[in-house]
């Protein structure tokens, strides 16, 4: 498994947008449960939002109404779209895929929120 993940800019001051995506490769995607965490200096990671492989999508309560997760099965590649930024969500955003036998984890990419 190959995950290829990607911060669709850099830093962000608060308010603003940032996209993510993670591209997973050597796993048949589409019957993967797909997720999105976060760890903050100091902090316990934390789930952000999951897609299942059905597409029901769950999300973090502070999230919910400014972050929206997707995939797209045939490019084997989920998204996060995060609006409203804060400065507080400054961390390294992990993607993550599972099944019943399998939990992969990405490398993590690092989103900063500051002025």
């Known amino acids: 498994l190959m995950f290829s993940c990607r911060r669709w800019g850099g830093l962000v001051q608060p308010g603003g947008s940032l996209r993510l995506s993670c591209a997973a490769s050597g796993i048949i995607f589409s019957t993967y449960d797909m997720g999105w965490y976060r760890q903050a200096p100091g902090k316990q990671r934390e789930l952000v939002a999951a897609i299942t492989s059905g597409g029901r999508t769950n999300y973090a309560d502070s999230v919910k109404g400014r972050f929206t997760i997707s995939r797209d099965n045939a490019k084997k590649t989920m998204y996060l779209q995060m609006n409203s930024l804060k400065p507080e969500e400054t961390a390294v955003y992990y993607c993550?895929?599972?099944?019943?036998?399998?939990?992969?984890w990405g490398k993590g990419t690092q989103v900063t929120v500051s002025s």
């Open positions: 993550n895929a599972k099944n019943a036998l399998r939990n992969y």
